[in-house]
């Protein structure tokens, strides 16, 4: 079970380190001109309104089962204490 756990943290490591190496890269590459940090910044415009759009046009979704409150549960009489409560 060491050897599995190890084995899992050593390449969750690699993983994130590869991912974090090859954002680096893409973000100095993008940084070398205003042109390509224009495009991204285009590009993610473009994105937050097609998700807006995408959202009002499909609205609320008619017929959906809304599930009632739950209703609060109270102990059993035998959990409650007694009258004379200190």
């Known amino acids: 079970m060491l050897i599995?756990?190890?084995a899992g943290a050593v390449l969750a490591l690699i993983s994130d380190g590869l991912w974090g190496l090859t954002a680096s890269a893409a973000r100095t590459w993008f940084g070398r001109s205003s042109r390509h940090m224009a495009t991204v910044g285009g590009a993610g415009g473009l994105a937050v309104?097609?998700?807006g759009t995408t959202?009002?046009?499909a609205g609320r979704a008619t017929g959906?089962?809304?599930t009632p409150a739950p209703t609060p549960r109270t102990a059993p009489a035998s959990l409650h204490w007694?009258?004379?409560r200190p």
């Open 4 to 6: 599995l756990g190890l």
């Open 49 to 51: 309104i097609g998700l």
């Open 55 to 57: 959202v009002t046009v």
């Open 64 to 66: 959906a089962v809304s």
């Open 82 to 84: 007694p009258q004379g």
